[in-house]
């Protein structure tokens, strides 16, 4: 069906296609709006009703084709265009009185392709209006109105006064929304749209639909009663059965109309919780499926006594329907089939009543639908396993400190000529602050395809060239390293790089991963703000060549990326001192050797762990503090509540109490 | 050349970098197992005594791909019981619930971090000159170890206004010998997982 075209459509939203015979069944003529986009029901008979030339016709249902004033009513228009058409009509008082006397048909061409052609209502009334405006002279003496106007697939067909007709005709091939316009004059009859047979009997069928809904509308039980529709007289009356067609057709309008009658979703989900399609037939759902759009929350359904057979024949409405919790389908085939209540318990997770039958507490429903709910994975704090020699966090935060105040140095510090560095932007993550300093930066390969010389332009090596690009760059300001809540570090050492030295196959290397944010301070835009960032570095052996000051370790790989995932607004002009305003990054100091007592609660939803991760968690635990398994349980079960973080905290406050046989091994 | 050997891993890393996270995110996207794609259950890497797989999802060491694998299997909101059930049950209905846990990848990155890498490979790669005439010498552009960052969005829920986090996921990859050293394969595994850290927030 298609969707009504009237943007303000109100309670006439809905008109269904087709009329004849006041059934419903297929025909290409689509609802009409007016000028305004309401749809047209109530608009009078125009003569030649034939309908053949229309194809998808739409009018403007103006001034033309009613009594040929109804812009001087209509208050919908500006003023000055209103008291325009007063003076056109004043000074013309023959032309009124019959719509197309002395009149014109012309045909513009070339509206489809412009821009406003998006717009709600297909962008006639601008379009119109622009032509009007270019057509009057500009010193306002010969305003140019524009009279009946029909919409088809190809062209605007307008109806102007003969004497006008010079002044449009010199609109044509003026751009217009970004197209060319074509107007050409026209002796063909100006389509009808057949607009008064149409929705004469799109206002009937809504009323007599309406009406059906009514009287199977049980308030007290919130139930809409549709069993058995092709015993209904009035849908019979209306044809609705002549075929499987329309019969589907009327359930979709029928439906359509069901959602019309709430404003709001929550009111029609307070108002309808159950409805019965039983004693209909039905040998597939697909045939009622629009009730599934209509209607998602619905709690109870009775398809009793229907022709399903098979639960294909029930698939369309699987992970449908979530909260129903009744189901009937005695009467059907499908009962006879032994695999079917499992299968349809999963299609439905809260269902509990099934033909009458329980088939799950309420607790196992409200599990089961929780089941549903995807279940991030659980935050944890930085994982740092650098070999113990806390060569990451010295390194950290001798690099933020450098790169914040002294790139040129860090540059020559700690990249040699084979280093490498690139950063890339997500820009549509956010517009916290502007992107163009990087933007002729960025190397994001999933932009790029393989031949694109910006590749290989964009990535940078040597210290030299990152020194250059990194001077190019917004000055920035990293929280230090040790500010709780600020940093995600995560990293672990790795094997084969290549030595450098070239004595042994390979050599070990560490994969840095950090999350965090800095504050920028962009001189070229004037900006300051916060931004979010990915750094990833792979930190090798120094080659035996580095100059002085000579690092165990080089940066092999330096990758930033740079996206803005904070959820407040930006800071106006001023630099934001503190960063508590912002989204936290839930994170934990990056290495329990650097302050391990100092631990903010994780800002992590409340998180109930599944058994799973319970394991998980405890193993984690025991890892990282020695103790046992039972008493990294303990910990977590304890006063922490599965918060790791807290049982972190909470172990370091015990340790000196806890018995030895608390830990792994005594040593 | 050394300019154009550069060039070459360059352009090959970028291109593995697109193989493997197009193939990545689809499958996790489609709930597919991705096991498959890590140095773990790689029969060549494991016979040379590689470590496994280093896998660390929001600062969680995962033991083991397939781990990883049901963790992700967990996020998404597929019952507990549900794939199990549809293996079992000879109707298999309409198509699989939709995943409702969505990776939108928004940008990558990809570094050569060692242009050498000379693990495990077979010595055809190895020798200097043509490796399988085919003009890749010294396998310049395949023996790479590459570095590669993803970030983007991982949607949880159909709904529109369903939460939504922003990940990111660095994974270091080496040469699936195995598929390499068959001359002209091309496709989804010719890289492998050696480490992946994970990050949503």
Known sequence: ????????????????????????????????????????????????????????????????????????????????????????????????????????????????????????????????????????????????????????????????????????????????????????????????????????????????????????????????????????????????????????????????????????????????????????????????????????????????????????????????????????????????????????????????????????????????????????????????RDGDNNIAPQFLQAFFALFDTDRARLAVEFYDEDSLFSLAIIPNSGRNLPWRSYMKFSRNIHKFNSRNPQLLQRLFSGGSQIGDLWKALPATRHPSIEEPGQWLVDGHTFSHLADPSGQVESAMGLIIIVNGRFEEADASTNTFGTRTFTRTFVLGPSKPSNPPPRHVYRVISDQMTLHDWTASPPPATAPQPTVESQAPIPAIPIHPTISPISVPPPVVGAMVPDENMKAQLIRELSKRTGMTLEYSELCLTGVANWNFDSALRAFEEQKPNLPSTAFVSAV | MALSRSETSIRCSAEAAKVFVDWYYQSVNEGKPVAGAYVTNNATYRASGHPPSDICANGLVVATPEEWDQMLAQQRFIPANAAASAATTSTTIGRSPPSAVNYDVECYDAHVINPDFRFAAPPALLTDGKAHGSGESNGAGVRMMVMVSVSGTVTFGLEKDAPKQHFSDVFILVPNWDVIAKHGSRGTRRYIVASQTYRAY
Do not use: C
């Not at chain 1, 009409?32 to 034939?50: I, L």
């Not at chain 1, 998006?118 to 003496?141: H, M, Q, T, V, Y």
């Not at chain 1, 749209?193 to 309406?210: D, Y």
């Not at chain 1, 709430?262 to 309808?272: F, G, N, Q």
């Open chain 1, 1 to 384: 069906m298609a969707p009504p075209t009237g943007p303000r459509g109100g309670t006439h939203r809905y008109v269904p296609r087709g009329s004849r015979g006041g059934g419903i069944s297929k025909r290409r003529a689509t609802t009409k709006t007016d000028r305004d986009g309401d749809v047209a029901m109530d608009a009078p008979v125009s003569g030649g009703a034939n309908g053949n030339s229309v194809r998808g016709g739409v009018t403007r249902g103006g001034r033309g084709s009613r009594s040929g004033r109804d812009s001087v009513t209509r208050p919908t228009r500006g003023s000055s265009r209103i008291a325009q058409s007063i003076r056109n009509y004043g000074t013309d008082p023959g032309r009124a009185s019959k719509a197309g006397f002395g009149r014109v048909t012309l045909k513009v061409q070339g509206y489809r392709d412009n821009k406003a052609a998006n717009n709600s209502d297909g962008g006639r009334r601008r379009l119109l209006e622009f032509i009007e405006r270019k057509a009057s002279r500009p010193d306002g003496s010969k305003p140019v109105t524009i009279g009946k106007t029909v919409v088809d697939d190809d062209f605007v067909w307008i109806s102007v006064r003969k004497d006008d007709v010079p002044d449009v005709l010199r609109v044509s091939g003026h751009p217009y929304a970004g197209a060319p316009l074509t107007i050409t004059e026209t002796d063909e009859k100006m389509p009808n749209p057949e607009e008064a047979r149409m929705s004469q009997s799109a206002l009937e069928l809504k009323q007599n639909m309406t009406a059906v809904l009514a009287k199977r509308y049980n308030a007290e039980q919130r139930l809409l009663d549709l069993s058995a529709l092709g015993a209904d007289n009035t849908l019979v009356g209306m044809g609705t059965f002549d075929s499987q067609s329309t019969a589907q057709k009327a359930f979709k309008v029928l439906m359509q109309i069901v959602g019309l009658q709430y404003k709001r979703p929550d009111e029609k989900k307070e108002a309808l919780q159950a409805v019965s399609l039983a004693r209909n037939d039905i040998i597939d759902v697909d045939q009622v499926f629009s009730l599934a759009n209509a209607l998602p929350d619905l709690k109870r359904l009775d398809l009793s006594s229907n022709k399903i057979e098979t639960l294909s024949n029930l698939s369309k409405w699987r992970n449908r329907f979530k909260q129903l919790e009744e189901l009937h389908l005695t009467g059907n085939p499908i009962t006879a089939l032994p695999n079917y209540v499992p299968e349809l318990l999963q299609w439905f997770p809260s269902l509990q009543n099934l033909n009458g039958q329980q088939v799950r507490t309420v607790e196992e429903a409200a599990a089961s639908l929780k089941a549903l709910e995807p279940t991030p994975i659980p935050q944890f704090p930085s994982n740092l």
